[in-house]
Each structure stands twice: as structure tokens, then as C-alpha cells.
């Protein structure tokens, strides 16, 4: 009888200690806003502030397209490693894609680089206090940019415009 009563204190004891684990690490969890409630959808202004990529619905979930480049509205793809798309212009194309939710961030599919024709993969996407940043990460090394809303309306491009 007394190794009855053991193993029914160790199941109880045990239960009493993963209960209060979990009660522990909820309260020292810090809340996160509800991934729904934020929003990518919009103009957002790069790091440097010289173009301005807006993201919305498209096939793969969501996409940025450059709508505004700094200067040279008629900028070329001529970086693309592609030679057939060396000559679309940079105003209009598609940036970034297949963005989706991904736990408490968002992750894109791609992220394509036009100053130097690189391609990026699994981009993770945080969106914090009305800026997105995006971290790429290469074997054990990343790199991070943070995009922020433009602060004045955007007088969008049109592809072949040139505009001052």
C-alpha cells in the first residue's frame, strides 16, 4: 500500500509543478499584438528613403511593388541576373513576395534586390510601431533594414515616366 501512495503523490506532485510552469511562463510571456490587427497593407518608405514599396493582396498572399523612386522614375532592371529583364523598368515591379503570417511576424517568400540583382528567400517581416523590418539570413549571418510609413502623400510612378 505505502507504493500506491507514492506514485499517487509523484502523478499529483507532477501535475502541481507543470501546472505551475505553465502559469509561470504565461505571466512572464510578454503580450504581442494580435497578428490580424496589423497591418502591412500600404506605402512604406525604404531605409535610405529613396523608393517607396507598397504592399498588397496579389496571387502569392501579399506583394510590394516599387510605386516611387527617388529621382529616376524611369530606372531599369538592369541588374536582374535574367537578361530578358534587364530592361523592365523599376517602377511597377514586384520586390517583395509571397509575404504571409508566420507565428507573430510574417515571412515573404522572396525579396529581390534591385541595386544588385540578388534574390533573397524566407525573409522574416516584423512589424512594430509603424515600421517593418526585414531580416534576411544567409547560413549564420543576417542583415536587417527597416522601412517606415512615408511621412506625405506619394506621388506615384508610372513605368517609362521620367520625372526630376
Given at each position: 500500500?505505502?507504493?500506491?501512495?507514492?506514485?499517487?503523490?509523484?502523478?499529483?506532485?507532477?501535475?502541481?509543478?507543470?501546472?505551475?510552469?505553465?502559469?509561470?511562463?504565461?505571466?512572464?510571456?510578454?503580450?504581442?499584438?494580435?497578428?490580424?490587427?496589423a497591418?502591412?497593407?500600404?506605402?512604406?518608405?525604404?531605409?535610405?528613403?529613396?523608393?517607396?514599396?507598397?504592399?498588397?493582396?496579389?496571387?502569392?498572399?501579399?506583394?510590394?511593388?516599387?510605386?516611387?523612386i527617388?529621382?529616376?522614375?524611369?530606372?531599369?532592371?538592369?541588374?536582374?541576373?535574367?537578361?530578358?529583364?534587364?530592361?523592365?523598368?523599376?517602377?511597377?515591379l514586384?520586390?517583395?513576395?509571397?509575404?504571409?503570417?508566420?507565428?507573430?511576424?510574417?515571412?515573404?517568400?522572396?525579396?529581390?534586390?534591385?541595386?544588385?540583382?540578388?534574390?533573397?528567400?524566407?525573409?522574416?517581416?516584423?512589424?512594430?510601431?509603424?515600421?517593418?523590418?526585414?531580416?534576411?539570413?544567409?547560413?549564420?549571418?543576417?542583415?536587417?533594414?527597416?522601412?517606415?510609413?512615408?511621412?506625405?502623400?506619394?506621388?506615384?510612378?508610372?513605368?517609362?515616366?521620367?520625372?526630376?
Open positions: 500500500m505505502k507504493l500506491c501512495v507514492n506514485q499517487t503523490m509523484q502523478g499529483l506532485l507532477t501535475r502541481l509543478l507543470g501546472a505551475v510552469a505553465l502559469v509561470a511562463w504565461l505571466l512572464a510571456t510578454p503580450g504581442r499584438p494580435a497578428l490580424a490587427s497591418s502591412l497593407h500600404g506605402p512604406w518608405l525604404t531605409e535610405d528613403e529613396d523608393v517607396v514599396i507598397e504592399i498588397g493582396p496579389c496571387s502569392a498572399g501579399l506583394c510590394g511593388r516599387i510605386i516611387w527617388q529621382g529616376a522614375a524611369d530606372a531599369r532592371n538592369d541588374k536582374d541576373p535574367d537578361p530578358q529583364r534587364r530592361s523592365l523598368p523599376l517602377c511597377g514586384t520586390v517583395v513576395s509571397g509575404i504571409r503570417p508566420n507565428g507573430t511576424a510574417w515571412r515573404a517568400a522572396t525579396l529581390y534586390d534591385p541595386e544588385d540583382g540578388a534574390t533573397y528567400r524566407d525573409v522574416d517581416i516584423a512589424l512594430a510601431d509603424n515600421r517593418l523590418r526585414l531580416t534576411i539570413r544567409v547560413f549564420i549571418f543576417s542583415q536587417s533594414t527597416t522601412w517606415t510609413r512615408p511621412a506625405a502623400a506619394i506621388d506615384r510612378c508610372r513605368a517609362g515616366e521620367s520625372r526630376p
